[in-house]
C-alpha cells in the first residue's frame, strides 16, 4: 500500500480498524485469550466524568462467548499504547517508507500536525520495526519456547498481572532469537514462526 492509498483507503477510524482487524485475523477474528471464534460485537458506553459532566464516546469492543474476555482490534498492538488516531499512523508508516531521505521527525510533526514527542516516536517505533523486518530469518532445524515473566501482585497469590511472554526461536547450532509476546496462544506462535524461520527450507 502506498501513500495515495493510505490516504485515500484508510481515511477513517473504522477503516484503519477493519483494516487491521482483516491483517490480524485473516480467518475471522479469535478470543486474544482463548482462541474461540465464538465472538460478539458489543457496545460500552462511555464512562461519565463528573467534573465536567461529560460522557467519553461509548466504544465498539469484541467479547467472547466462552470466556468472556474483551478486546479490541488493537489491544496487545503498539497502535493501542499511543492513543493517537491510527489514520496518522498508518500515514505515518507510508511517509517514512517511501520518502528515499529518511524523514526527520520535525517533517513528521509538520507533516501530520502532531506534537514533536508523538512525532519522535514514531519516527523511532517504525524505523525500528523495519529494521526487524529486514533481518534474516532462521533456517534448519528450529526449536521454539516460551516463558512467562512478571507481574506478581504482592498479597493476591495466585493473581498475576501484566504477565507477559518471552518466545526463543533457536536454530540448531545457530542463532537464538527471544520475542516478547503479549501471550502464548498458538495462533501467535504461529505469527512469530512465520516471522522468523524460513519455510522454503531444504
Ligand atoms: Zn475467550
Redesign the pocket.
Known sequence: MNLLDVHKELNTEAKCLAFLEHMRWPNGV???????P??SRITAKGKLNKKRGKRSPDRELYQ??????QFTETTGTVYHDTHLPLTKWFLAIALITESKKGMSANQLKRALTINYRTAWYLCHRIRKAMIEADVPKLTGIVEVDETYIGGKQKGHRRQKLNEEVAVGIRERGGDLRLIHSVDASSELLAKHIHEHVDPAWP
Open positions: 479469535r478470543c486474544l485469550s482463548c482462541q474461540s465464538k465472538i467472547c462467548n466462552n470466556c468472556r474476555k
